[in-house]
C-alpha cells in the first residue's frame, strides 16, 4: 500500500500497537538513518536493511512491509509488529480564496494541531507546528492564548510533511512542497530535540531530501538554543516585535529573560557560524509597533545585525485586543524603513480567511469561528472550500 492509499483508506498503521502488547513499536517518522541501524541492531538484523526501507518509505512512499520485496519473508513480518507507519489523522482541511490550504490533525488525547501551505511565485512552503500550544505567552499571538500542553514528537512533525505533500499529490498536479517554515503553533526552540531530529529526517538525502536554505526555524528568542539553529545550518527567523526592551517586553514577556541586547549579539553569533542574514519578523501592531519613530527606532536598532526585515501587519483573532494598522501606515512604516536602507519585504497576508494567517492558528478546543468574513477586504469574497476528513 502507498501512503496515498494509506491515507485514503484512513488506515495508518500496518502493524497495530495491539500485535504487540510487549514489544516497543516506534513510529518510523521518528527515526533518523542511524536510528534505524541501531534499532536493527538491537534485534539482531543487518544494518543495510535500514537504507533498504528509508528508500521505500521516503522514495517508493511505500509503507506497507509486505511491499518491500528486496527484505526476506520474516523479516518483513517481525518489523510489522515493531514499527508502525502512522500518521496524523486529518481532522479538516481548508482552502482559502489566495490558494493558502490550512490542515488540521488530530494528535491524540482530544488534541490538534494545524499547520498550513503557503503557494507563491515559486515556492510551496509549508509552516508547520512544533507544540500544541505555546508557554511564551506573547501577547498579540493566538497560540500564545493557548497554554503548552504538549510538544509534538519528531515524527508528528514529520508526519505533517508527509501527509501534506501526499495530499499535493492526490492533487495531480505534480506540486511539491519546496520550503519549510517552523512558523506554525508553539516555539520551535523549546522543543528542539524533537524539532532538530525532525529537520535531520527533512533536510537528509536518504530522507526528505529538501536542502537546509529552504528550512527556517523561527523562535520567539531562546537565546540559550539558538546556537542549534546555527549547528544544523539551518536559516534563522526571530521574532522581534519591537523596537526598544520596553516595548518589547510588553508584547513578549520572554525579553524580560532574554532582551535584545543579548538576543541581537546572539543573531551576530548566528551570522558569523553561518553566513547566512537572519530574518526579522515584526508584527505591526497600531499605536505600539507601528509608527514613523518606531521605524526608525527599529532601523536604527538593526543597523549593525544582517538582516532582512519582514513586516506583517497583525492578524486580528477574537478578544487579542490589539488592532490591525491601517494599509496607509503598513505602507507609510514600508517606506519609511526602506528609506533609511534596511532590506525589508512587507509580508502578503495569506489565507485570512480560513484563519491560517500568522499569529490565527489554534487547537481545535478553542472557540473561535471557523472562517471569516473577508468581503470588505483586499483579498475578495469568502469562497473558502472545506473538506472534512475523519
Ligand atoms: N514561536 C515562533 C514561531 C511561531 S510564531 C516565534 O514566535 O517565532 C510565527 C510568527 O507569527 C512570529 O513572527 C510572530 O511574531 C507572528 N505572529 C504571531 N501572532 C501574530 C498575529 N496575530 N499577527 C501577525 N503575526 C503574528
Ligand atoms: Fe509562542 Fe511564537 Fe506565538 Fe510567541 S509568537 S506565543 S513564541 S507561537
Redesign the pocket.
Known sequence: MTLSEQTQQGLSTPADQSTATQTEVVNFYSFTLPDLEAFLKKYGKEKFRAQQIFKWVYEQRVTDFDQMLNLSKDLRSELKNLITFKLPPVLKHLISVDGTQKFLFDVRDGNSIEAVVIPSDDRLTL?VS?EIG?N?A?Q?????KQKLKRRLTADEIVGQFMVVQDSLDKEGKGRKLSNIV?????????NSDNVFKAIEVIHSPWGVNLSKKKITV????LIPEMYKVAEAKVRL?????GWSDEVRSQV?PINKKYPLKDLLDECRRYYRATGEKITM???LLKGVTDQIDHARALVKLLRDVPCKI?I??????PG?G?E?PSDETVQAFHQETMKLGAQVLLRRTMGRDIFA????LTTKNVERPETMDISNSKIGGTNVRSFSRG
Open positions: 509552516c512544533s505555546c511564551m506573547c498579540f499571538c493566538f497560540t500564545g517552523f512558523m506554525g503553533m508553539g516555539e520551535p526552540l523549546d523561527s523562535t520567539s528568542g527567523a526571530v521574532s522581534l516585535n513578549m519578523e515584526y508584527v519582514n506583517i501587519p497583525f492578524n486580528e483573532h487579542s490589539f490591525r494567517a500568522c499569529g490565527q
